[in-house]
Protein backbone atom coordinates (compact mmCIF):
# COMPACT_ATOMS: atom_id res chain seq x y z
CA UNK A 1 0.00 0.00 0.00
CA UNK A 2 1.29 3.43 -1.01
CA UNK A 3 1.99 5.79 2.00
CA UNK A 4 -0.62 8.72 0.48
CA UNK A 5 -3.27 5.94 0.12
CA UNK A 6 -6.50 5.57 2.68
CA UNK A 7 -7.60 1.95 3.96
CA UNK A 8 -10.95 2.62 2.72
CA UNK A 9 -10.32 3.21 -0.93
CA UNK A 10 -13.51 4.49 -1.70
CA UNK A 11 -12.12 7.81 0.58
CA UNK A 12 -9.54 8.11 -1.94
CA UNK A 13 -11.63 8.07 -4.87
CA UNK A 14 -14.24 10.80 -3.43
CA UNK A 15 -11.02 12.77 -3.18
CA UNK A 16 -9.47 12.39 -6.71
CA UNK A 17 -13.64 12.95 -7.64
CA UNK A 18 -13.25 16.58 -5.81
CA UNK A 19 -9.55 17.49 -7.06
CA UNK A 20 -10.83 16.51 -10.75
CA UNK A 21 -13.81 18.46 -10.83
CA UNK A 22 -12.39 21.80 -8.86
CA UNK A 23 -9.32 21.32 -11.80
CA UNK A 24 -12.18 21.36 -14.37
CA UNK A 25 -13.66 24.37 -12.85
CA UNK A 26 -10.47 26.09 -12.88
CA UNK A 27 -10.14 25.33 -16.86
CA UNK A 28 -13.52 26.65 -17.41
CA UNK A 29 -13.18 29.85 -15.41
CA UNK A 30 -9.89 30.52 -17.04
CA UNK A 31 -10.94 29.78 -20.66
CA UNK A 32 -14.54 31.98 -19.56
CA UNK A 33 -11.78 34.64 -18.76
CA UNK A 34 -9.26 34.54 -21.64
CA UNK A 35 -12.59 34.42 -23.79
CA UNK A 36 -13.65 37.45 -22.17
CA UNK A 37 -10.39 39.06 -22.82
CA UNK A 38 -9.67 38.30 -26.06
CA UNK A 39 -13.98 39.42 -26.91
CA UNK A 40 -13.48 42.34 -25.27
CA UNK A 41 -10.63 43.31 -28.14
CA UNK A 42 -12.39 41.51 -31.23
CA UNK A 43 -16.01 42.58 -30.08
CA UNK A 44 -17.24 39.11 -31.61
CA UNK A 45 -20.64 38.67 -30.87
CA UNK A 46 -21.15 35.18 -31.16
CA UNK A 47 -18.02 35.06 -28.50
CA UNK A 48 -19.97 37.48 -26.27
CA UNK A 49 -23.31 35.52 -25.98
CA UNK A 50 -21.36 32.02 -25.56
CA UNK A 51 -19.27 33.88 -22.85
CA UNK A 52 -22.42 34.59 -21.04
CA UNK A 53 -24.21 31.44 -21.83
CA UNK A 54 -21.74 29.13 -20.51
CA UNK A 55 -21.68 30.68 -16.95
CA UNK A 56 -24.07 28.03 -15.81
CA UNK A 57 -22.01 25.48 -16.45
CA UNK A 58 -19.71 26.95 -13.47
CA UNK A 59 -22.43 27.43 -11.42
CA UNK A 60 -23.70 23.99 -11.81
CA UNK A 61 -20.16 22.31 -11.54
CA UNK A 62 -19.54 24.23 -7.97
CA UNK A 63 -22.60 23.26 -6.92
CA UNK A 64 -21.45 19.87 -7.51
CA UNK A 65 -18.04 20.28 -5.78
CA UNK A 66 -20.12 21.85 -2.23
CA UNK A 67 -22.35 19.11 -2.50
CA UNK A 68 -19.58 16.46 -2.51
CA UNK A 69 -17.39 18.26 -0.37
CA UNK A 70 -20.67 18.33 1.83
CA UNK A 71 -20.96 14.23 1.61
CA UNK A 72 -17.19 14.00 2.39
CA UNK A 73 -17.53 15.67 5.31
CA UNK A 74 -20.82 13.34 6.52
CA UNK A 75 -19.65 10.01 5.37
CA UNK A 76 -15.77 10.13 6.14
CA UNK A 77 -15.14 13.01 9.14
CA UNK A 78 -12.11 13.94 7.42
CA UNK A 79 -8.74 15.12 9.52
CA UNK A 80 -5.62 16.78 9.30
CA UNK A 81 -4.52 17.55 5.80
CA UNK A 82 -7.78 15.33 4.37
CA UNK A 83 -10.16 17.83 5.97
CA UNK A 84 -7.88 20.89 4.61
CA UNK A 85 -7.93 19.34 1.40
CA UNK A 86 -12.24 19.67 1.58
CA UNK A 87 -11.98 22.91 3.00
CA UNK A 88 -9.76 24.50 0.41
CA UNK A 89 -11.83 22.88 -2.10
CA UNK A 90 -15.24 24.53 -1.01
CA UNK A 91 -13.48 28.10 -0.90
CA UNK A 92 -11.48 27.71 -4.64
CA UNK A 93 -14.58 26.50 -6.20
CA UNK A 94 -16.70 29.56 -4.94
CA UNK A 95 -13.76 31.88 -5.86
CA UNK A 96 -13.41 30.31 -9.25
CA UNK A 97 -17.05 30.69 -9.65
CA UNK A 98 -17.21 34.01 -9.40
CA UNK A 99 -13.95 34.60 -11.59
CA UNK A 100 -16.63 33.42 -14.35
CA UNK A 101 -19.47 35.76 -12.89
CA UNK A 102 -16.63 38.74 -12.81
CA UNK A 103 -15.54 37.06 -17.16
CA UNK A 104 -19.28 37.17 -17.98
CA UNK A 105 -19.86 41.15 -16.50
CA UNK A 106 -16.64 42.14 -19.04
CA UNK A 107 -19.08 40.20 -22.00
CA UNK A 108 -22.26 42.00 -21.01
CA UNK A 109 -19.58 45.43 -20.75
CA UNK A 110 -18.75 44.38 -23.95
CA UNK A 111 -22.18 43.95 -25.85
CA UNK A 112 -22.65 47.31 -24.69
CA UNK A 113 -19.52 48.66 -25.76
CA UNK A 114 -20.15 47.50 -28.68
CA UNK A 115 -23.17 48.78 -29.18
CA UNK A 116 -21.55 52.13 -28.76
CA UNK A 117 -19.10 52.00 -31.48
CA UNK A 118 -16.68 54.25 -30.13
CA UNK A 119 -13.10 54.34 -31.36
CA UNK A 120 -11.71 56.32 -29.06
CA UNK A 121 -11.21 54.78 -26.05
CA UNK A 122 -7.62 54.04 -25.05
CA UNK A 123 -7.09 50.56 -24.30
CA UNK A 124 -3.82 49.75 -24.66
CA UNK A 125 -3.25 48.43 -21.57
CA UNK A 126 -6.24 46.11 -20.53
CA UNK A 127 -5.37 43.64 -22.54
CA UNK A 128 -2.05 42.98 -21.23
CA UNK A 129 -3.21 43.70 -17.96
CA UNK A 130 -5.85 40.54 -19.07
CA UNK A 131 -2.77 38.79 -20.16
CA UNK A 132 -0.72 38.97 -16.64
CA UNK A 133 -4.06 38.05 -14.77
CA UNK A 134 -4.88 35.05 -17.12
CA UNK A 135 -1.37 33.90 -16.41
CA UNK A 136 -2.00 34.03 -12.68
CA UNK A 137 -4.44 32.22 -12.41
CA UNK A 138 -3.21 29.34 -14.55
CA UNK A 139 -0.27 29.24 -12.46
CA UNK A 140 -1.82 29.08 -9.30
CA UNK A 141 -4.27 26.33 -10.46
CA UNK A 142 -0.49 24.70 -11.77
CA UNK A 143 0.01 25.02 -8.25
CA UNK A 144 -2.72 23.50 -6.58
CA UNK A 145 -2.53 20.41 -8.72
CA UNK A 146 0.86 19.69 -7.79
CA UNK A 147 0.18 20.98 -4.19
CA UNK A 148 2.84 23.98 -4.45
CA UNK A 149 2.92 26.29 -2.07
CA UNK A 150 6.39 28.07 -3.69
CA UNK A 151 4.49 28.36 -6.84
CA UNK A 152 1.64 29.54 -5.29
CA UNK A 153 3.21 32.19 -2.79
CA UNK A 154 5.12 33.47 -6.32
CA UNK A 155 1.54 34.10 -7.65
CA UNK A 156 0.69 35.87 -4.30
CA UNK A 157 3.26 38.70 -4.87
CA UNK A 158 3.06 39.16 -8.62
CA UNK A 159 -1.10 40.60 -8.02
CA UNK A 160 1.56 44.13 -7.44
CA UNK A 161 1.81 44.01 -11.46
CA UNK A 162 -1.90 43.99 -11.82
CA UNK A 163 -2.53 46.80 -9.25
CA UNK A 164 -0.03 49.00 -10.95
CA UNK A 165 -1.56 48.53 -14.68
CA UNK A 166 -5.37 49.00 -12.99
CA UNK A 167 -4.29 52.58 -11.18
CA UNK A 168 -2.62 53.24 -14.70
CA UNK A 169 -5.82 52.60 -16.84
CA UNK A 170 -7.75 54.18 -13.94
CA UNK A 171 -5.91 57.48 -14.54
CA UNK A 172 -5.91 56.92 -18.21
CA UNK A 173 -9.44 56.08 -19.03
CA UNK A 174 -10.59 59.15 -16.50
CA UNK A 175 -8.54 61.85 -18.71
CA UNK A 176 -9.77 60.30 -21.48
CA UNK A 177 -13.74 60.84 -20.30
CA UNK A 178 -12.70 64.52 -19.15
CA UNK A 179 -11.19 65.36 -22.11
CA UNK A 180 -15.01 64.22 -24.16
CA UNK A 181 -17.85 64.02 -22.88
CA UNK A 182 -19.00 61.27 -25.23
CA UNK A 183 -17.29 58.83 -23.84
CA UNK A 184 -18.29 58.84 -20.63
CA UNK A 185 -20.63 55.77 -20.58
CA UNK A 186 -18.20 53.66 -22.13
CA UNK A 187 -15.46 55.05 -20.09
CA UNK A 188 -17.40 53.87 -16.84
CA UNK A 189 -18.09 50.37 -18.28
CA UNK A 190 -13.98 50.04 -19.00
CA UNK A 191 -13.39 51.25 -15.73
CA UNK A 192 -15.77 48.65 -14.25
CA UNK A 193 -13.87 45.61 -16.83
CA UNK A 194 -10.63 47.23 -15.27
CA UNK A 195 -11.80 46.82 -11.53
CA UNK A 196 -13.28 42.88 -12.59
CA UNK A 197 -10.06 42.31 -13.87
CA UNK A 198 -8.06 43.41 -11.15
CA UNK A 199 -10.26 41.69 -8.58
CA UNK A 200 -9.37 38.48 -10.43
CA UNK A 201 -6.08 38.96 -9.80
CA UNK A 202 -6.86 39.41 -6.29
CA UNK A 203 -8.99 36.06 -6.32
CA UNK A 204 -5.39 34.39 -7.80
CA UNK A 205 -3.64 35.57 -4.77
CA UNK A 206 -7.09 34.44 -2.49
CA UNK A 207 -6.35 30.50 -4.21
CA UNK A 208 -2.15 31.18 -3.65
CA UNK A 209 -3.48 31.46 0.23
CA UNK A 210 -5.66 28.32 0.14
CA UNK A 211 -3.08 26.74 -1.46
CA UNK A 212 -0.52 27.69 1.16
CA UNK A 213 -2.85 26.57 4.07
CA UNK A 214 -3.60 22.99 2.25
CA UNK A 215 0.16 22.59 1.96
CA UNK A 216 1.44 23.92 5.44
CA UNK A 217 -1.98 24.13 7.46
CA UNK A 218 -1.47 28.23 8.03
CA UNK A 219 -1.60 31.23 6.01
CA UNK A 220 1.15 33.25 4.91
CA UNK A 221 3.02 35.27 7.78
CA UNK A 222 4.06 38.25 5.36
CA UNK A 223 1.26 40.52 4.82
CA UNK A 224 0.58 40.59 0.36
CA UNK A 225 2.33 43.65 -1.27
CA UNK A 226 -0.70 45.68 -2.92
CA UNK A 227 -0.33 48.86 -5.48
CA UNK A 228 -4.24 49.18 -6.11
CA UNK A 229 -4.42 53.41 -5.95
CA UNK A 230 -7.82 53.98 -7.83
CA UNK A 231 -9.47 54.67 -4.92
CA UNK A 232 -6.91 57.49 -3.91
CA UNK A 233 -7.36 59.07 -7.60
CA UNK A 234 -9.43 62.36 -7.57
CA UNK A 235 -8.83 63.98 -10.73
CA UNK A 236 -6.48 63.94 -13.87
CA UNK B 1 2.69 41.96 39.12
CA UNK B 2 2.57 39.64 35.97
CA UNK B 3 0.38 36.43 37.20
CA UNK B 4 0.71 34.73 33.62
CA UNK B 5 2.41 32.03 35.64
CA UNK B 6 -0.50 31.54 37.54
CA UNK B 7 -2.15 30.65 34.61
CA UNK B 8 -0.37 27.57 33.72
CA UNK B 9 -2.04 24.52 34.63
CA UNK B 10 0.08 22.56 36.97
CA UNK B 11 1.42 18.62 35.70
CA UNK B 12 -1.09 16.92 38.10
CA UNK B 13 0.28 13.23 36.56
CA UNK B 14 3.99 13.32 35.33
CA UNK B 15 5.42 9.88 33.24
CA UNK B 16 8.91 10.11 33.10
CA UNK B 17 11.06 7.32 31.19
CA UNK B 18 8.30 4.70 31.44
CA UNK B 19 9.26 1.55 30.26
CA UNK B 20 7.09 -1.83 30.40
CA UNK B 21 7.90 -5.36 29.47
CA UNK B 22 5.54 -8.20 29.25
CA UNK B 23 8.25 -10.92 30.13
CA UNK B 24 10.80 -9.95 27.04
CA UNK B 25 8.63 -8.31 25.16
CA UNK B 26 8.89 -4.57 25.76
CA UNK B 27 5.25 -2.66 25.58
CA UNK B 28 6.54 0.66 25.90
CA UNK B 29 9.91 2.79 25.40
CA UNK B 30 10.90 5.40 27.31
CA UNK B 31 7.52 7.47 27.55
CA UNK B 32 7.71 11.14 29.35
CA UNK B 33 4.79 13.20 29.22
CA UNK B 34 3.17 15.66 31.79
CA UNK B 35 -0.82 15.65 32.35
CA UNK B 36 -2.57 19.03 33.08
CA UNK B 37 -4.68 19.67 36.07
CA UNK B 38 -8.75 19.60 35.73
CA UNK B 39 -7.84 18.39 31.81
CA UNK B 40 -9.09 15.62 29.46
CA UNK B 41 -5.92 14.07 28.16
CA UNK B 42 -6.74 11.30 25.61
CA UNK B 43 -4.48 8.26 24.57
CA UNK B 44 -5.02 7.23 20.62
CA UNK B 45 -3.02 4.49 18.29
CA UNK B 46 -3.87 2.06 17.20
CA UNK B 47 -4.05 -1.59 18.57
CA UNK B 48 -1.11 -2.89 20.44
CA UNK B 49 0.63 0.32 20.07
CA UNK B 50 0.61 0.59 23.91
CA UNK B 51 -1.59 2.76 25.19
CA UNK B 52 -3.86 1.19 27.62
CA UNK B 53 -0.79 -0.22 28.70
CA UNK B 54 0.48 2.93 29.46
CA UNK B 55 -3.19 4.17 31.14
CA UNK B 56 -3.11 1.14 33.38
CA UNK B 57 -0.11 2.59 34.76
CA UNK B 58 -1.49 5.37 36.73
CA UNK B 59 -3.11 3.35 38.70
CA UNK B 60 -0.52 0.40 39.22
CA UNK B 61 -3.24 -2.32 37.30
CA UNK B 62 -0.31 -3.59 35.49
CA UNK B 63 0.77 -5.00 38.86
CA UNK B 64 -2.13 -7.72 38.51
CA UNK B 65 -0.19 -9.10 35.66
CA UNK B 66 2.80 -11.37 36.97
CA UNK B 67 4.97 -11.02 33.82
CA UNK B 68 4.78 -7.31 34.04
CA UNK B 69 7.34 -5.28 34.45
CA UNK B 70 7.22 -1.14 34.67
CA UNK B 71 10.26 1.01 34.74
CA UNK B 72 10.17 4.76 35.14
CA UNK B 73 8.00 7.36 37.49
CA UNK B 74 4.53 8.09 37.41
CA UNK B 75 3.94 11.03 39.28
CA UNK B 76 1.14 12.42 40.92
CA UNK B 77 1.34 15.74 42.21
CA UNK B 78 5.07 14.33 42.57
CA UNK B 79 4.83 11.51 44.46
CA UNK B 80 5.95 7.97 42.85
CA UNK B 81 3.13 6.20 42.35
CA UNK B 82 5.79 3.32 41.73
CA UNK B 83 7.44 3.71 45.54
CA UNK B 84 7.16 0.56 47.44
CA UNK B 85 5.74 3.06 50.36
CA UNK B 86 2.29 3.78 48.20
CA UNK B 87 -0.20 1.35 49.28
CA UNK B 88 -2.13 0.70 45.74
CA UNK B 89 -5.23 0.24 46.84
CA UNK B 90 -5.48 3.45 48.38
CA UNK B 91 -3.78 4.50 45.31
CA UNK B 92 -7.12 3.49 43.42
CA UNK B 93 -8.96 5.52 45.36
CA UNK B 94 -7.26 8.63 44.58
CA UNK B 95 -7.32 7.25 40.43
CA UNK B 96 -10.34 5.96 39.72
CA UNK B 97 -11.07 3.77 35.95
CA UNK B 98 -14.04 2.95 34.24
CA UNK B 99 -13.69 0.50 31.71
CA UNK B 100 -14.33 -0.55 27.96
CA UNK B 101 -17.37 -2.94 29.32
CA UNK B 102 -19.74 -1.55 31.79
CA UNK B 103 -19.36 -3.83 35.03
CA UNK B 104 -21.53 -3.66 37.41
CA UNK B 105 -21.84 -5.62 40.69
CA UNK B 106 -24.37 -7.87 40.86
CA UNK B 107 -25.99 -5.76 43.11
CA UNK B 108 -28.83 -2.95 43.79
CA UNK B 109 -27.71 0.43 41.96
CA UNK B 110 -27.22 1.93 45.71
CA UNK B 111 -24.82 -1.18 46.78
CA UNK B 112 -22.86 -0.25 43.41
CA UNK B 113 -21.98 3.40 44.40
CA UNK B 114 -21.81 2.64 48.10
CA UNK B 115 -19.28 -0.59 47.63
CA UNK B 116 -15.79 1.91 47.97
CA UNK B 117 -17.00 4.00 50.27
CA UNK B 118 -18.01 1.88 52.27
CA UNK B 119 -14.53 -0.42 52.35
CA UNK B 120 -12.63 3.11 52.52
CA UNK B 121 -14.70 4.13 55.65
CA UNK B 122 -16.02 6.92 54.04
CA UNK B 123 -19.29 7.66 55.71
CA UNK B 124 -20.28 7.35 59.57
CA UNK B 125 -23.40 6.88 58.96
CA UNK B 126 -26.28 5.84 56.98
CA UNK B 127 -27.17 9.50 56.21
CA UNK B 128 -23.35 10.23 54.74
CA UNK B 129 -23.79 7.24 52.90
CA UNK B 130 -26.67 8.07 51.03
CA UNK B 131 -25.75 11.68 50.89
CA UNK B 132 -22.54 10.21 48.91
CA UNK B 133 -24.45 7.51 46.78
CA UNK B 134 -26.96 11.37 45.96
CA UNK B 135 -24.23 13.41 45.04
CA UNK B 136 -22.14 10.58 43.16
CA UNK B 137 -25.34 9.77 40.82
CA UNK B 138 -25.71 13.42 40.16
CA UNK B 139 -22.27 14.13 39.43
CA UNK B 140 -22.48 10.88 36.78
CA UNK B 141 -25.49 12.65 35.25
CA UNK B 142 -27.50 9.13 36.38
CA UNK B 143 -29.65 10.33 39.77
CA UNK B 144 -33.00 11.60 37.71
CA UNK B 145 -33.25 8.43 35.63
CA UNK B 146 -32.37 5.97 39.21
CA UNK B 147 -33.43 8.13 42.01
CA UNK B 148 -36.29 5.61 42.18
CA UNK B 149 -34.71 2.88 41.15
CA UNK B 150 -31.95 2.90 44.01
CA UNK B 151 -32.71 -0.90 44.93
CA UNK B 152 -33.65 -2.68 41.50
CA UNK B 153 -30.43 -4.89 40.47
CA UNK B 154 -28.10 -2.10 38.31
CA UNK B 155 -27.50 -5.07 35.70
CA UNK B 156 -31.20 -4.30 35.10
CA UNK B 157 -29.57 -0.80 33.85
CA UNK B 158 -28.91 -0.06 30.37
CA UNK B 159 -25.47 -0.13 28.41
CA UNK B 160 -25.36 4.05 28.91
CA UNK B 161 -27.12 4.05 32.30
CA UNK B 162 -24.54 1.10 33.17
CA UNK B 163 -21.50 2.63 32.20
CA UNK B 164 -22.45 5.76 33.77
CA UNK B 165 -22.89 4.16 37.06
CA UNK B 166 -19.49 2.57 37.20
CA UNK B 167 -18.61 6.62 36.79
CA UNK B 168 -20.85 7.39 39.68
CA UNK B 169 -19.08 4.62 41.60
CA UNK B 170 -15.68 5.35 40.63
CA UNK B 171 -16.28 8.70 41.60
CA UNK B 172 -18.15 7.58 44.98
CA UNK B 173 -14.57 7.49 46.72
CA UNK B 174 -13.44 11.13 45.77
CA UNK B 175 -10.66 10.25 43.29
CA UNK B 176 -8.49 13.23 42.04
CA UNK B 177 -7.93 11.38 38.32
CA UNK B 178 -9.90 9.64 36.52
CA UNK B 179 -8.80 6.84 33.49
CA UNK B 180 -11.23 5.82 30.84
CA UNK B 181 -10.34 2.89 28.96
CA UNK B 182 -12.47 3.35 25.77
CA UNK B 183 -15.93 3.67 28.11
CA UNK B 184 -17.68 4.10 24.92
CA UNK B 185 -17.31 1.03 22.20
CA UNK B 186 -20.12 -0.82 23.77
CA UNK B 187 -22.79 1.86 23.64
CA UNK B 188 -24.74 3.79 21.07
CA UNK B 189 -24.30 6.76 19.72
CA UNK B 190 -26.93 8.29 21.98
CA UNK B 191 -25.39 6.50 25.47
CA UNK B 192 -22.09 7.60 23.58
CA UNK B 193 -22.52 11.64 23.61
CA UNK B 194 -24.03 11.74 27.09
CA UNK B 195 -20.78 10.17 28.33
CA UNK B 196 -19.15 12.27 26.46
CA UNK B 197 -21.26 15.72 27.74
CA UNK B 198 -20.74 13.89 31.21
CA UNK B 199 -16.62 13.67 30.77
CA UNK B 200 -17.03 17.52 30.20
CA UNK B 201 -18.72 18.12 33.36
CA UNK B 202 -16.60 16.25 35.62
CA UNK B 203 -13.28 17.97 33.97
CA UNK B 204 -13.59 20.65 36.37
CA UNK B 205 -13.35 18.45 39.30
CA UNK B 206 -11.11 15.75 38.32
CA UNK B 207 -7.71 15.10 36.31
CA UNK B 208 -9.18 12.63 33.25
CA UNK B 209 -7.49 10.16 30.99
CA UNK B 210 -9.32 8.19 28.40
CA UNK B 211 -7.84 5.88 25.56
CA UNK B 212 -10.32 5.59 22.66
CA UNK B 213 -10.19 4.06 19.23
CA UNK B 214 -12.56 7.15 17.72
CA UNK B 215 -10.57 10.16 16.62
CA UNK B 216 -14.09 12.07 16.40
CA UNK B 217 -14.16 11.62 20.42
CA UNK B 218 -10.78 12.09 21.20
CA UNK B 219 -11.18 15.11 19.28
CA UNK B 220 -14.41 16.36 21.17
CA UNK B 221 -13.98 15.55 24.38
CA UNK B 222 -9.99 16.49 25.19
CA UNK B 223 -8.12 18.89 25.30
CA UNK B 224 -4.43 17.49 24.19
CA UNK B 225 -3.93 14.23 22.56
CA UNK B 226 -1.10 11.73 22.56
CA UNK B 227 -0.14 8.90 19.26
CA UNK B 228 1.19 6.37 20.19
CA UNK B 229 2.29 3.90 17.43
CA UNK B 230 5.02 0.56 18.73
CA UNK B 231 5.35 1.64 22.02
CA UNK B 232 6.66 4.11 21.64
CA UNK B 233 4.78 8.09 22.10
CA UNK B 234 4.63 9.75 18.79
CA UNK B 235 3.22 12.73 18.99
CA UNK B 236 1.96 14.46 22.09
CA UNK B 237 0.05 18.07 22.05
CA UNK B 238 -3.30 20.42 22.08
CA UNK B 239 -5.96 18.46 20.21
CA UNK B 240 -7.02 20.95 18.30
CA UNK B 241 -3.56 20.72 16.53
CA UNK B 242 -2.93 17.46 16.42
CA UNK B 243 -6.73 16.74 14.54
CA UNK B 244 -5.75 19.78 12.22
CA UNK B 245 -2.06 20.03 11.58
CA UNK B 246 -0.17 16.99 13.18
CA UNK B 247 3.84 17.46 13.17
CA UNK B 248 4.35 13.80 12.60
CA UNK B 249 3.75 11.98 9.43
CA UNK B 250 3.01 8.99 11.28
CA UNK B 251 0.15 11.15 13.51
CA UNK B 252 -1.17 12.74 10.25
CA UNK B 253 -1.47 8.50 8.44
CA UNK B 254 -2.97 7.29 11.52
CA UNK B 255 -5.66 10.00 12.28
CA UNK B 256 -6.17 10.10 8.29
CA UNK B 257 -6.81 6.01 8.34
CA UNK B 258 -4.20 5.67 6.16
CA UNK B 259 -2.38 2.78 8.48
CA UNK B 260 -3.78 -0.04 10.21
Avoid at chain 1, 124 to 136: F, K, S
Avoid at chain 2, 97 to 120: C, D, L, S, W
Avoid at chain 2, 196 to 214: A, G, M
Amino acid sequence: MKDNQHIVTAFDDDLSELNISLQNLGKMAITQFELSIDALATQHQNTLDKIIKDDVNLDDLEAAIHEKAFEIIAVRSPLAQDLRHVLVALKIATILERTGDYARNIANRTKVIATAGNENIPGVNIGRMGQVTRDMLQDVMRAYATRDADKALDVWRRDIEVDHMHTAFYKEVLASMSRDPNVVATGAHLLFIAKNIERIGDYATGIAEQIYFLVHGAVPEDSRPKADRTSRVVGV
Amino acid sequence: MDTSVDMIPENKLKAQKVNVFYAEKQALYDVTLGIDEKSVTSFIGPSGCGKSTFLRCFNRMNDVIPSCRVQGQILLDDVDLNSPKIDPVLLRARIGMVFQKPNPFPKTVYENVAYGPRIHGLAANRQEMDYIVEDSLKKAGLWKEVSDRLNDQATGLSGGQQQRLCIARAIAIGPDVLLMDEPCSALDPIATSIIEELISDLQSRFTILIVTHSMQQAARVSQKTAYFHLGQLIEYGDTKEIFTRPQNEQTEAYISGKIG
